[in-house]
């Protein structure tokens, strides 16, 4: 909840500064990004959308403190060394299905979020994370899956909300990477990745970046005033509007910055 506060802060602070990330031919979201992405893919009212994110709300994804529990649990398997990575993704995968939370009502709080309800026309990849075997799936709008469930799907944190079904099979958030999906933009030629958990992988993302072979590249990530505005939990929806005002802050102040990677 945070993490797409600051994000969406972010954005409009970068298009008040005159940075319209929103005319990018692609758009590439993993988790909170996914929703983010969603909106800017789709044109919505970043200003309209901030204005929201000011407002006081019902979390729609609400756990106690059992869940936020079994979250961590799931990040020390995947942070293990030891573990091979798409073994580490299965593992947490089988976490996620025998929690037995309940997907549909996880799907009908997360109609809440998602902006639009049809794939945009721009080209929007969604990153996901096969429940049972750990290996990532990039859907689009050729893919045939509805823009609810690959939002829901990327954003199914392991132990907070359920695995979504799509097809035969289930799906867990696209963060379990711990990457940004950077990757994914494979000869892009201008690059902008912006991450509200970058702490937790950022090697890697600078590693998936690097791999582009993009000419301009720029990674953003949260800065120390931003983080406090977060706070430990990072579903706490009481922390939305410090989040979004952070994000506007850090929009203007890297207006220049962005613009010349964009640009």
Not at 84 to 110: F, K
Not at 220 to 230: G, M, N, S
């Amino acid at each position: 909840m945070t993490g797409i506060a600051w994000h969406l802060g972010l954005i409009c602070g970068l298009q008040r500064a005159g940075v319209f990330l929103g005319d990018a031919d692609t758009v590439i979201g993993t988790s909170a990004g996914s929703v983010v992405g969603t909106g800017l893919a789709a044109g919505v009212d970043v200003e309209a959308a901030v204005a929201l994110q000011r407002e006081p709300a019902t979390d729609p994804t609400r756990t106690g403190p059992a869940r936020g529990a079994e979250w961590l649990t799931a990040m020390a398997v995947l942070l293990d060394p030891s573990v091979p990575p798409l073994q580490a993704r299965a593992r947490v995968g089988a976490m996620a299905l025998a929690a037995g939370l309940d997907e549909q009502r996880y799907l009908a709080r997360m109609a809440e979020l998602v902006p639009v309800t049809e794939w945009p026309e721009r080209d929007l990849r969604i990153v996901v994370v096969d429940a049972a075997d750990g290996r990532d799936v990039v859907l689009d709008s050729a893919s045939g899956v509805p823009l609810l469930r690959a939002v829901a799907a990327s954003c199914a944190v392991p132990g907070l909300m359920p695995p979504v079904t799509i097809g035969d099979r289930r799906y867990i958030d696209g963060g379990v990477r711990l990457g940004a999906g950077a990757d994914l933009a494979a000869g892009a030629e201008r690059l902008v990745v912006i991450a509200p958990l970058a702490a937790i992988g950022r090697d890697r993302i600078v590693e998936e970046i690097a791999s582009t072979g993009a000419a301009k590249t720029l990674l953003i990530e949260p800065d120390q005033e931003a983080l406090t505005a977060f706070g430990p939990n990072f579903m706490d929806v009481s922390r939305r509007p410090a989040a979004v005002s952070a994000g506007l802050r850090q929009g203007s102040a890297l207006a220049d910055t962005v613009r010349s990677v964009w640009t």
